[in-house]
């Protein structure tokens, strides 16, 4: 018998990525980018939070929304390896895998307390989709978390793969500055499926209220443009 | 709208503890101590694991089934606080959390193949009830998850504390050889709630098959006494 059980949203992630694309790869990827994480009642009470800034980072499980629900492959082509291998499902991070859970570690910038006494997180390094939905908030323990002899496979061969973002100051003028930092880092983490490797094709990125235009050559990526766009698909939880 | 989904096991744990009483109180803690992950079909396929050895070390989400269903209680008292200080249930590791999945690393020391072809994976480390129901499998990637800056607040202050363990020869010889270290190191993780002293109480653990009996004076556990006993408590899933 495999037992089945229903969970729910305790809250959900408020972020600049409105699209799948542009969001790092792994979290922590683009460390100064900051997300609100937002509670449903009672989970927004200051006394579920007692303590919580006493850890620097957090655990965040969710739920991969926004993946399409496809039947039980065993395999997936993870971007890392240039999308054209197949690992297995629970060799990799992939949310193509059964029961749809996401686990990422970010850092925890702020408890912040509404007027009216609500709790909400402000962090920094999600990997997440804009109005995910956030399934348990859990401290990152050191001790136990933190396995400095673990070894990692494939997902570590790229690991210090960095782009060197060439972004027009008149054109980086147009993002707010507090959000400056956290696009950089995205950009320079190199948004591009991995096996994609075209001089001459402009992406379009979605980041805030913004469309961000770049190429990639080599090593450098070029922004050529930053437009103001509705990307108004906030997910109203 | 707090979304709801159905999650369902892929796989059980099979470990020694028969109850809660003498698990270690965080994963990794009794590195020695060996555990099975049996999966369902149709996730038991060597296809769903491959490249997986690569990896050093697993998360395990699973659920934690044997916890009583209450109702939400935003603080809870974590045993190494001495069991009377309360911190946010989002600032601890308790079990008594909404949607009750838990996260623990173990390393990976086996991917066993049966004859049939079905896989199943030896872990060490594991802090889980035998039968607990396994929800998701991760490998572990360093650059993610090692937080090496991160810093643990109140659960990092009993990290070094451990016993010293008296376990006179002919006792442990009663407890088969390669379950011997797993014990020990429990043990030496002293399984007594940490706000109870006293050196004149004589407390029972169950492990396999066996039941120990210990004293603890200061930071010295002595064994008294190790009995097999029926602890068939067994879930067949």
Redesign the interface.
């Known amino acids: 018998?495999?037992?089945?059980?229903?969970?729910?949203?305790?809250g959900y992630i408020r972020c600049d990525f409105k699209e799948k694309f542009g969001i790092p790869r792994?979290?922590?990827?683009a460390s100064s980018l900051r997300a609100e994480i937002i509670f449903?009642a009672?989970?927004q009470?200051a006394?579920?939070?007692?303590?919580?800034e006493?850890?620097?980072?957090l655990?965040l499980?969710f739920?991969f929304?926004k993946t399409e629900d496809k039947a039980?492959s065993?395999?997936v082509r993870p971007p890392r390896l240039g999308g054209n291998k197949?690992?297995?499902?629970?060799?990799?991070?992939s949310p193509y895998?059964?029961?749809r859970?996401g686990?990422?570690?970010v850092k925890l910038v702020e408890v912040k307390k509404a007027e009216n006494g609500s709790v909400s997180l402000v962090v920094s390094g999600a990997d997440l989709l804009d109005g995910t939905?956030i399934?348990?908030?859990?401290?990152?323990?050191?001790?136990?978390?933190?396995?400095?002899?673990?070894?990692?496979?494939?997902?570590?061969a790229h690991?210090h793969d960095r782009l060197e973002v060439d972004f027009p100051k008149s054109l980086l003028a147009q993002i707010p500055l507090d959000k400056q930092a956290g696009l950089l880092d995205c950009l320079a983490d190199d948004p591009r499926p991995s096996y994609q490797n075209e001089p001459t094709r402009v992406y379009g990125m979605k980041f805030a209220e913004f469309e961000i235009k770049f190429q990639v050559c080599k090593k450098r990526l070029a922004v050529l443009s930053v437009e103001k766009v509705d990307n108004n698909l906030n997910i109203v939880?």
């Open positions: 018998m495999q037992e089945k059980k229903t969970v729910q949203a305790i792994q979290s922590g990827r449903h009672p989970y009470c006394d579920a939070f007692r303590g919580i006493e850890f620097s980072h655990w499980l739920d929304s039980f065993p395999t197949r690992v297995g499902v629970f060799a990799s991070r895998r059964p029961n859970i686990l990422s570690c939905p399934l348990d908030i859990k401290p990152y323990i050191p001790f136990t978390d933190c396995m400095i002899d673990a070894t990692g496979g494939y997902a570590s690991e939880l």
